[in-house]
């Protein structure tokens, strides 16, 4: 009997796509043949879930007014999604929610349909879960705005929504993580568009792979104060716990994505920068002398918790907003998994006994 051996498919190459490339030794990120830190500049986010979904094959037009129309439709599903609103959890939520989505024969009605839909349940369920009467959408704001209307129930900044347009264009698309990998598998057994994007928003709820930008938050309240920063991490370390926000299974240096948030959160003045930048500094001179074999850097959650917080999100909403950007990423690769793939199945190895 041969010996298992655990696996993650790791260097395995699942498809050739033409939506991101993460190159983890040189902490680089391009998205539909742009640099992450260019596009997040450059592009908001209709035009980055355009650019993405065009790069998969998808011919829909994504702007303001398609997307505004897609809210819109999500909203009147609103009364009818029951439990889905009472849910704990903003993931569970949102996977309730998506499941709700009506599929059809057209992947481009699809990929609008939960892009639209995203925002819009996501605002809808916290706002439920606060006792508030959810707000519907607007087709005078742009996505990022309206989610943040939606959610806060008041007017965003001008600031606030370059922000979190920045912040969703970053995590549009990120190669073949586990969700968007879920996703393709999913989509090559022939299955729907919905189907697709209820499962990997399953993958995302996984803290394995959702991240901890939320944790990050705790960490840095109980911090408190930059000079404290080295001897709180180290206390962690003693006990056996992690520091949050540091380290990345792919990346090799800093994330570049930790980057762009970090530039973008320069705009709200948040009183967290500074402590931020502290903690970062203090956790990197650490790491670096415990394992000086191992790259342990900022990860994207690290300025990820910063940036939600300053434009006003709460916590428990940090990683269904994650969702809200990276289901565009998920929709590029449903149309270009049908449109190049085959079904998925890979091989296993039977290490249990043989009858005799």
Known sequence: MSEAKSSGLDNVVA??????????????????????ERLAQVADFETAAGRVLAAGGHTVRVNQDA?????????????GLGRALAAADGMEALRAGLAHVQSSSEDGTDALAVLGAAPVFVAAWN???HQLAPIAPSASHSHAGDYLRMTLGTEPTEAATRALDA???????????????TARVVTSTASDLVSAIVAAVGALKGPLHGGAP?????????????????????A?????????GMGHRIYRVR????????????????PRLELARAVETAAAKILRERHPDRALAANVEFYTAVLLDAVGLPREQFAPTFAVGRVAGWCAHVAEQRRTG???????????PMPT
């Open 127 to 129: 706002r439920t879960r």
């Open 255 to 270: 994330d570049p994505r930790a980057a762009v948030l970090e530039h973008a959160v320069k705009a709200l003045a948040s």
């Open 236 to 244: 962690e370390l003693a006990a056996g716990r992690r520091i949050m």
């Open 342 to 352: 085959r079904l998925i199945r890979p091989a296993s190895r039977y290490v249990g």
């Open 67 to 79: 997307l505004a129309r897609a809210r819109a439709a999500a909203w009147d599903m609103v009364p």
């Open 15 to 36: 498809a050739d796509t033409l939506i991101s490339d993460v190159d983890g030794e040189r902490g680089r990120l391009v998205i539909a043949g742009d640099d992450v």
């Open 167 to 181: 912040y969703l264009v970053t995590v549009i698309d990120h190669g073949m993580n586990a969700s968007t990998f």
């Open 214 to 234: 939320g944790p990050v938050l705790d960490m840095l309240d109980a911090i408190g104060a930059p000079e404290r920063a080295e001897e709180w991490l180290l």
